[in-house]
T-cell receptor, first 114, second 114 residues
C-alpha cells in the first residue's frame, strides 16, 4: 500500500527565512505533484515532477524529486506572507489498475509571519 | 465559467435527507474524480471516472452514489448520511488516467450532516 508522509505538518516561519518541506513515500513511483490550498479554497497545482532528479522552480518555491530515496522536497526561499497556505504533496500510483490515482500527504500548514 | 465548478458550495442536511452534489468541468478533460477532505485526514480519493466509465471505487459506502452522464459532468448522490460524513467534497478532472496528468480541482462543497 502506498503511503505518503509529509513533515512538518505545521510550520511557522518569519518573512525572509528559508525552509524545506519534506515528502516521503513508501513504494516505487516516479510521478509526484505539489499542490497549494488557501483557507476555504480549492487545491491549486504548483509542480509536477515526472522523473528522478526533476527540479522545478516558480518564484520563491523550488521542488525536487529523488525517486531512489522516495523523497520530494519543497524549498521556500526568503518567505513572504503571501506564501501562507497548506501545501500538499501527492504521489501517483504507477502500477496495476490504479495507475494515475493520487495518494495525498496530510499537508503542511505554512504560516509566514512578519 | 472556466475550470472546474461545483454546486452547491455549502450544504447542510439531515441524516434522512437525499441530496446531490454537482461538478462540471470546462477543460475538455476525459477523467473526473471525487475526493473527500476531512479535518486531520489526508485527502481521500472516492471515485474515478474515465470516459464516463467508473474505474475506481475506493471502498466507499453505498450511501454515496456517483453518476457520470458525460465527460463534463459528475454527480455525487447522497442518502442516509452519517455525521462523520461531514467534510469538504472536492471534484477534480484531468486529461486522462493513464498517468502524468495534472488533476485540476473545483472549489468544493462543504457538507454538514446533522
Amino acid at each position: 500500500e502506498l503511503k505518503v508522509e509529509q513533515n512538518p505538518l505545521f510550520l511557522s516561519m518569519q518573512e525572509g527565512k528559508n525552509y524545506t518541506i519534506y515528502c516521503n513515500y513508501s513504494t516505487t513511483s516516479d510521478r509526484l505533484y505539489w499542490y497549494r490550498q488557501d483557507p476555504g479554497k480549492s487545491l491549486e497545482s504548483l509542480f509536477v515532477l515526472l522523473s528522478n532528479g526533476a527540479v522545478k522552480q516558480e518564484g520563491r518555491l523550488m521542488a525536487s524529486l529523488d525517486t531512489k530515496a522516495r523523497l520530494s522536497t519543497l524549498h521556500i526561499t526568503a518567505a513572504v506572507h503571501d506564501l501562507s497556505a497548506t501545501y500538499f504533496c501527492a504521489v501517483e500510483r504507477n502500477y496495476g489498475g490504479s495507475q494515475g490515482n493520487l495518494i495525498f500527504g496530510k499537508g503542511t500548514k505554512l504560516s509566514v509571519k512578519p | 465559467e472556466t475550470g472546474v465548478t461545483q454546486t452547491p458550495r455549502h450544504l447542510v442536511m439531515g441524516m434522512t435527507n437525499k441530496k446531490s452534489l454537482k461538478c462540471e468541468q470546462h477543460l475538455g478533460h476525459n477523467a473526473m474524480y471525487w475526493y473527500k477532505q476531512s479535518a486531520k485526514k489526508p485527502l481521500e480519493l472516492m471515485f474515478v471516472y474515465n470516459f464516463k466509465e467508473q474505474t475506481e471505487n475506493n471502498s466507499v459506502p453505498s450511501r454515496f452514489s456517483p453518476e457520470c452522464p458525460n465527460s463534463s459532468h459528475l454527480f455525487l448522490h447522497l442518502h442516509t448520511l452519517q455525521p462523520e460524513d461531514s467534510a469538504l467534497y472536492l471534484c477534480a478532472s484531468s486529461r486522462g488516467t493513464g498517468g502524468a496528468d495534472t488533476q485540476y480541482f473545483g472549489p468544493g462543497t462543504r457538507l454538514t450532516v446533522l
